[in-house]
């Protein structure tokens, strides 16, 4: 009995812990939300040229606010790309680079993996490797995104798109519901892994090594309850056949 205490106590811990998280990433999605509702319908002629050009099924809409030093990207059926105010300092190249790389990011989807990657951490908030998994995928996914936006390119547009991501490198905060090309997420290892795109990355590797074990600690914690409850259903049965037996003679 006593073991079965113990499994009903981590049970709890585990769904206390789990809604905790899950609470925090509602509190965190509102409050940008809230910021997103502020924002006002923007005119740019070199994103709408982009989107047209590219002839997106979703309906592509843009916004300007004044809580956004970089562009995002909020949404997942009706994405909405949130220019920073006071573009007019901005050259034209410039914001071309940071439209095509929100673009992109619509193109794949990246907003609703960063939904997905945030339930996968609420139910396995327990494990260390999970939350590294989750802070490198982030990094990643705009390595990833900048990659398939450089491949595309010449290469001296390919340089142009790199030095924007450096003048882009402000300190802004981290979006839970958005992507974005500048902010925090331009870092030294975003940086060289543009300048040098064939290059191992250590974080797909943590990524990948991270999910195989919290998917191995799934099957270990749940095969030893299986086998028990087949045990039990077992001992059952025999019970049952040893009342039922007819005696002999």
């Known amino acids: 009995s006593g073991h079965i205490h113990l499994e009903t106590v981590l049970k709890w811990v585990w769904a206390v812990g789990m809604l905790c998280l899950l609470l925090y990433f509602l509190y965190t999605y509102v409050r940008e939300y809230q910021a ?55 050259s034209r190249m410039d914001l071309r680079n940071m439209i095509v790389h929100e673009l992109e990011h619509i193109r794949k989807f990246d907003v609703l993996k960063r939904y997905l990657l945030a ?19 982030q990094e990643d996914q705009e390595i990833a995104c900048d990659e398939r936006v450089l491949r595309r390119m010449k290469k001296e547009k390919g340089k142009h798109y790199i030095y924007t991501m450096i003048k882009m490198s402000v300190d802004e905060k981290r979006h839970f519901a958005a992507t974005g090309f500048g902010g925090k ?65």
């Open 36 to 90: 997103f509702k502020r924002c006002v319908p923007a005119q740019s002629e070199v994103a709408q040229r982009l989107i047209r050009k590219r002839n997106y099924i979703r309906n592509i809409r843009l916004y300007e606010g004044e809580a956004f030093k970089t562009p995002v990207t909020y949404g997942v059926l009706f994405p909405k790309i949130v220019l920073p105010k006071g573009l007019d300092t901005v």
């Open 185 to 249: 997420s331009v870092g030294k290892r975003r940086i060289l892994a543009a300048l040098n795109p064939k290059r191992l990355k250590v974080g797909n590797l943590m990524i990948i090594l991270s999910a195989g074990i919290c998917m191995s600690l799934v099957f270990v914690s749940v095969t030893p309850v299986r086998i028990r409850q087949e045990r039990k259903a077992n001992d059952t049965g025999e019970g049952i056949a040893e009342e039922i037996k007819p005696e002999e003679g």
């Open 119 to 137: 339930a996968f951490l609420c139910l396995h908030w327990f494990n260390p490797l999970a939350w590294i998994m989750y802070r490198l995928y």
